[in-house]
């Protein structure tokens, strides 16, 4: 069965899935996205995505054409029509189009694209094994140039530091904010455990507020394990007892070596293990 893409409210065969040249989603980057995870059938915290895009969109003075209700029915609309259970789902909006200069005035019809499909999860292994992952010299964008709470189109700051996590055979790489202060990934967000604490950078670090940070903290509370939003720098990475990542995408995932230096014991530790498996649990029963 082809996928059906839902461009505008209207279910498309992925082939046909297409919008013009001149949007400024594509001559600029102009437009704000989320990417979301379904388990069987129903997204998690789908309101609390559908909020940052609304938030991310204000940021960028763009007025998304419809309401969250809509975007909500579409989303449900658009995973029936492809019969997906456990999948991802993006959301796009973009500027809409409009001539070759940067006016944003001078645009029209933003596009609201609903994608969805079938997840390629990380191989299991690095869930297992933990992840090896390296610092960026690419800094993360200034909150004053281009907030990093603004999920835009425009990812090319994260591309770049991806690449250079590619090139040293890493599939994550680290990235650090303007003062030399750890942020975020390129596409998830960074937890470390020290003597029991739980540690994440504050959201002034310059990061998404992201949404599975958000839960891991939740559940961590639950769990009764202490958790601190608190600068942290590339020492307290090498000298953490504990490392994960998380995100939509990848979940909850073991980190176990950062720049050649080995975290912890050099396999996910007990903290991780126990946080992956109640986010598992969570997410299944869909809170
Ligand atoms: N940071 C960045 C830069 C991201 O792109 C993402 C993925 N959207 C995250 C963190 C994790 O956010 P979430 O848990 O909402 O997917």
Redesign the pocket.
């Given at each position: 069965m082809t996928l059906q893409v839902n461009i505008n409210g209207t279910l498309v065969p992925k082939e046909d899935a297409k919008i013009s040249v001149f949007d400024h989603g594509l001559l600029y980057g102009d437009g704000v996205f989320e990417?979301m995870r379904s388990y069987g059938g129903r997204v998690f915290r789908l309101e609390q995505h559908l909020r940052r895009l609304w938030d991310s969109a204000r940021a960028i003075c763009l007025d998304i054409p419809i309401s969250r209700e809509e975007m909500a029915d579409r989303v449900n609309t658009t995973l029936q029509a492809n019969g997906i259970q456990d999948g991802y789902v993006r959301l796009i909006v973009t500027r809409g189009i409009g001539t070759l200069g940067l006016d944003a005035h001078l645009t029209r019809d933003p596009q609201v694209i609903v994608i969805t499909d079938h997840i390629a999860l990380y191989p299991r292994e690095y869930y297992d094994e933990g992840l090896k992952i390296v610092t960026a010299s690419t800094v993360r964008n200034h909150p004053g140039a281009l907030n990093?709470r603004i999920?835009s189109l425009n990812y090319l700051n994260?591309i770049l530091a991806k690449i250079e996590g590619h090139q040293a055979g890493c599939v994550e790489a680290l990235m650090l904010n303007h003062l030399g202060e750890v942020s975020?990934c390129?596409?998830?967000?960074i937890f470390l455990v020290r003597d029991g604490i739980l540690r994440t950078p504050p959201i002034s670090a310059g990061?998404?507020e992201?949404?599975?940070?958000q839960a891991v903290i939740e559940l961590a509370k639950e769990e009764g394990i202490p958790v601190e939003e608190i600068t942290l720098t590339r020492h307290d990475v090498y000298s953490a007892d504990e490392c994960f990542l998380?995100?939509?995408a990848a979940e909850v995932v073991p980190v176990v070596m950062v720049d050649e230096r080995t975290i912890g014991e050099g396999k996910p530790g007990p903290i991780t293990r126990r946080l992956i498996d109640r986010f598992h649990r969570l997410v299944r029963s869909s809170e």
């Amino acid at each position: 069965m082809t996928l059906q893409v839902n461009i505008n409210g209207t279910l498309v065969p992925k082939e046909d899935a297409k919008i013009s040249v001149f949007d400024h989603g594509l001559l600029y980057g102009d437009g704000v996205f989320e990417g979301m995870r379904s388990y069987g059938g129903r997204v998690f915290r789908l309101e609390q995505h559908l909020r940052r895009l609304w938030d991310s969109a204000r940021a960028i003075c763009l007025d998304i054409p419809i309401s969250r209700e809509e975007m909500a029915d579409r989303v449900n609309t658009t995973l029936q029509a492809n019969g997906i259970q456990d999948g991802y789902v993006r959301l796009i909006v973009t500027r809409g189009i409009g001539t070759l200069g940067l006016d944003a005035h001078l645009t029209r019809d933003p596009q609201v694209i609903v994608i969805t499909d079938h997840i390629a999860l990380y191989p299991r292994e690095y869930y297992d094994e933990g992840l090896k992952i390296v610092t960026a010299s690419t800094v993360r964008n200034h909150p004053g140039a281009l907030n990093p709470r603004i999920k835009s189109l425009n990812y090319l700051n994260n591309i770049l530091a991806k690449i250079e996590g590619h090139q040293a055979g890493c599939v994550e790489a680290l990235m650090l904010n303007h003062l030399g202060e750890v942020s975020e990934c390129t596409g998830d967000n960074i937890f470390l455990v020290r003597d029991g604490i739980l540690r994440t950078p504050p959201i002034s670090a310059g990061i998404l507020e992201g949404v599975t940070r958000q839960a891991v903290i939740e559940l961590a509370k639950e769990e009764g394990i202490p958790v601190e939003e608190i600068t942290l720098t590339r020492h307290d990475v090498y000298s953490a007892d504990e490392c994960f990542l998380t995100g939509s995408a990848a979940e909850v995932v073991p980190v176990v070596m950062v720049d050649e230096r080995t975290i912890g014991e050099g396999k996910p530790g007990p903290i991780t293990r126990r946080l992956i498996d109640r986010f598992h649990r969570l997410v299944r029963s869909s809170e």
